[in-house]
C-alpha cells in the first residue's frame, strides 16, 4: 500500500451536531487548533461523462478526483496547486503537480481549462480523456491536531458555483450549503487508536462529498 494512504471518516453536521463535536474535542480527546482557519477554493474537473461522479455513486473501489486547489488571505492567492485526489476502498491520498500561472485563476474557464488540460498530459495524469472545469467549492476550514498525527478538519460557510466556460470564476453567482462537514484524517496504524476516541462521540459517520452535493444543488446529479 502507498505510504500516503490514510483513512478519511466524515460527519455531515447541523448546529446541534456541531456543539455535541465541539464537546467531544475538549473534553475527550487532545485535539487542539493547529493553526488559524483560512478559506480553501476547489475548482472541480470531470470529463464529459461525469466519471468521477458515476464512479463515487456507483461505490467503485478506486477512483480519483481532479481539483485545482487554491487558499485565499485576503486579496492574495497562495498554494496554487493541482491535485489528483485517489480513493482505493476506504484509503484516501492526493498527488500535487505545481501550477506555474500565479493569476490562474483570474483568467475565464476556458483558459484555465486549456491549461489544466496540458498540464494533465505533461505530468500523465490522463492522456486519453478531456477533462473540463466542473464545479467550483468554496469554505471556512479549522484545523485541529493530536500529538499523535490524528487530523480534523471543519469545513463550514460552503458555497458552490456552477461553470459556465465563458466565465470567470468571480462572475458567478454562488449557492450557499447549509451544513457543517467535520473529516478525521489518520495513517492505517492509528486505526485502533481513531476507533477508541470514537465510541465517546454521539455522532454517526455518513459518507459525503462536496462535489457531489454542489452538483445536486445545480441539478447536475442524483445525491441525498
Not at 89 to 95: A, E, T
Amino acid at each position: 500500500m502507498n505510504r500516503d494512504y490514510r483513512y478519511e471518516i466524515k460527519f455531515v453536521l447541523n448546529e446541534i451536531n456541531l456543539t455535541a463535536a465541539l464537546n467531544w474535542i475538549y473534553t475527550s480527546t487532545n485535539l487542539r487548533k493547529k493553526f488559524e482557519g483560512r478559506y480553501v477554493n476547489s475548482l472541480y474537473f470531470d470529463d464529459l461523462e461525469f466519471r468521477a461522479v458515476r464512479d463515487n455513486l456507483a461505490g467503485i473501489s478506486q477512483r480519483q478526483k481532479i481539483r485545482l486547489r487554491w487558499y485565499r488571505h485576503a486579496d492574495r492567492v497562495n498554494g496554487l496547486v493541482l491535485e489528483q485526489k485517489n480513493r482505493m476502498d476506504r484509503y484516501g491520498s492526493k498527488n500535487r503537480f505545481p501550477v506555474g500561472d500565479s493569476g490562474l485563476t483570474e483568467r475565464p474557464i476556458a483558459d484555465i481549462n486549456r491549461y489544466i488540460g496540458q498540464l494533465l498530459l505533461e505530468n500523465r495524469v490522463s492522456a486519453d480523456t478531456y477533462h473540463t472545469a466542473s464545479l467550483h467549492i468554496k469554505y471556512y476550514r479549522q484545523y485541529f491536531e493530536d500529538s499523535n498525527g490524528l487530523r480534523l478538519t471543519f469545513d463550514r460557510k460552503i458555497t458552490f458555483k456552477n461553470i459556465i466556460s465563458y466565465c470567470s470564476i468571480n462572475m458567478l453567482p454562488a449557492a450557499s450549503y447549509p451544513a457543517v462537514i467535520m473529516e478525521l484524517k489518520f495513517t492505517p496504524e492509528l486505526k485502533i487508536y481513531v476507533a477508541e476516541l470514537l465510541r465517546s462521540l454521539p455522532l454517526t459517520p455518513k459518507r459525503h462529498s462536496k462535489y457531489l452535493a454542489g452538483l445536486a444543488t445545480f441539478g447536475l446529479a442524483k445525491y441525498t
